[in-house]
């Protein structure tokens, strides 16, 4: 088997058009307020879960939701899926406070998100 486990999907991330109507559905839908609030992105936590709105897909371009994989060593989990058969299609990088990002496409085109806390 692999090396490095998961910790399991903890993290979605949804692209919205119109930051402001999304955010005032999530709201309501979550019963909670955001805890992060900017321009550029806005975050839930609910129940364990963080849900983000990414104003037009981010600079990732993302078009659909994009569920994120925490991982305890992100490098170490982009090489077993690459040698799986996976293809990075964002490399690892900060994105604040020390957490790592990246993401890699299925064999049909499926995108999965990692997540590294640091």
Do not use: C
Not at 6 to 29: E, F, M
Not at 48 to 66: E, F, K, N, R
Not at 101 to 111: F, I
């Amino acid at each position: 088997m692999t090396s490095s486990s998961t910790q399991g999907i903890k993290t979605v991330l949804h692209p919205v058009s119109d930051l402001a109507k999304a955010k005032a559905v999530y709201a309501a839908l979550l019963g909670i307020q955001p805890q992060t609030d900017s321009p550029y992105y806005v975050g839930f936590d609910a129940e364990g879960q963080h849900i983000g709105l990414v104003p037009d897909g981010g600079p990732q371009g993302m078009t659909s939701p994009v569920a994120y994989w925490h991982v305890p060593d992100i490098e170490a989990k982009l090489t077993e899926l690459t040698a799986a058969g996976a293809t990075v299609q964002e490399p690892a990088h900060e994105v604040g406070a020390g957490r790592l990002v990246a993401t890699v496409t299925d064999p049909d085109g499926n995108v999965l998100g990692l997540l590294q806390d640091q």
